[in-house]
């Protein structure tokens, strides 16, 4: 009886593991399937979408294949704590993020001996750092909350971190270039508490510059006023220290406290990352919050960041250098002049910023919107609704002549 039991249970479960490989094994199979078609959906329109920063021409394949043959890819590594002090955890890439940063801090005027940063998850973790820098900052030398002021036209994300940070904030109108307005900044300046300015290097849909000269002879009438300059240059920020216009970012030439720069635009990384900078002596006024735990201070907002995204930034250092750089940077400015100059012989609206890689220009039908997600905005002042193309390292020529010869069939 008891092995007739004992065969029994043994047949039952061979038929519930039978069951359960068919019903995983088809599960699996499913879930494959719809990666596949997620993958291929991708990777067949990454270079049609114009509307977006993105370069899409990534040079990633060999850090991969290191990656795995390595065997770092089965490790768990965390970039806990301070990349200028010890830790005491030693699975971090610390030490390469530190170099990154000492690699791009002088293209930017920062001195190697007064300079700090991270490697950030993205140019809004930057901007957050920036305005919360800023803001102990101030508050640490005048004992008040700053006033944060920005551009209607500079990226939504300086918005939501003031009032993540819950500081006041003022937005400034910006003209139809997508300026701030020094003459409404200096109308709506605070006079007696300290000033937190964002100076936005390159608008999100226009690409506008906000004038420093401009706005900083303004904040010079008001000596009483404490400033602390942020620079958002998420995109700009990649590429103009390769350009003839390099001095825009660089401090010494235009002084700015913090500069928050996006890796996964004109650099190449394939997922969100950044560049948040700034001086020691910033970060010394920052609450250390030393922590035993990790034998290290953290002055930064965010406790654990990624160990890979400061490989990747060092790899592309390295695999690009500087003259890759500067041929990137420039070929992308001259491929928007030409296409701003191809709109205006077709006598199409089109407008493009001194600096700018992005062209924007009154609205084409949806058919060519949808084929090239072209990004929407609107303003009345240049004829209502518009769109705009970031032309980024990917989009040559020949792509952007497709664009334009569906704009030539509009009737």
């Known amino acids: ?28 199979k499913n879930t494959q399937k719809q990666l596949d078609e997620y993958a291929a959906y991708v990777t067949e329109h990454r270079l049609t979408e114009f509307g977006y920063p993105a370069n899409q021409e990534l040079k990633l ?3 991969y ?69 800023g803001a102990k900052y101030l508050e640490k030398i005048t004992g008040q909350k700053p006033v944060v002021y920005v551009s209607e036209d500079a990226h939504y994300s300086n918005r939501r971190l ?22 409404k900044f200096e109308k709506a300046l605070v006079k007696d508490r300290p000033a937190l300015v964002i100076y936005a290097i390159g608008t999100t849909f226009k690409g506008g510059i ?8 303004i904040i010079a009438k008001y000596p009483s006023i404490k400033v602390y300059r942020h620079l958002d240059a998420a995109l700009f920020g ?38 948040f900078l700034t001086t020691k002596e910033i970060k010394d006024n920052q609450t250390p919050y030393n922590i035993t735990y990790l034998n290290t201070n953290m002055p930064m907002i965010n406790c654990s960041r990624s160990a890979v995204s400061p490989l990747k930034f060092w790899w592309i250092i390295h695999n690009t250098g500087v003259k890759g750089c500067t041929k990137q940077a420039n070929g992308m400015l001259e491929n928007a002049v030409w296409l701003k100059n191809e709109l205006d012989r077709r006598h199409w609206p089109a407008w493009l910023e001194p600096m700018s890689n ?26 209502g609704e518009l769109s705009h193309i970031v032309v980024m390292q990917h989009m040559t020529k020949r792509r952007l002549q497709n664009f334009l010869d569906d704009i030539a069939k509009i009737k």
Not at 162 to 169: I, K, S, T, V, Y
Not at 210 to 217: E, F, K, L, M, S
Not at 244 to 270: C, E, L, Q, W
């Open 1 to 28: 009886m008891l092995e007739t039991l004992k065969k029994t249970a043994s047949f039952f479960l061979f038929i519930i593991m039978l069951t359960c490989n068919s019903v995983f094994g088809t599960q699996f």
């Open 358 to 383: 992005t062209v924007y220009f009154k609205v084409p039908p949806k058919s060519i919107v949808d084929k090239y997600y072209l990004a929407p905005e609107y303003d009345i002042r240049l004829g």
């Open 210 to 217: 906000d004038d420093q000269n401009a706005i900083n002879a």
């Open 61 to 63: 394949k060999e850090f």
């Open 162 to 183: 003031a009032n993540l940070q819950n500081l006041e904030l003022i937005i400034i109108p910006a003209d139809e270039h997508g300026r701030m307005i020094p003459e």
């Open 238 to 275: 990649g590429y103009l220290p390769y350009t003839k216009y390099k001095d825009t970012v660089n401090r010494k030439v235009h002084p700015f406290d913090s500069i928050a720069i996006s890796g996964h635009k004109f650099f190449g990384m394939d997922e969100p990352a950044g560049i």
């Open 65 to 133: 294949k290191w990656y795995i043959d390595s065997g770092l890819y089965g490790t768990m590594t965390n970039n806990v704590g301070d990349p200028f002090n010890s830790s005491h955890t030693f699975l971090n890439s610390l030490d390469f993020e530190r170099e990154v940063i000492e690699f791009f801090g002088p293209k930017y005027g920062f001195e190697k001996d007064n300079l700090w940063g991270i490697v950030t998850n993205s140019g809004t973790d930057g901007n957050n750092h920036g305005i919360y820098f």
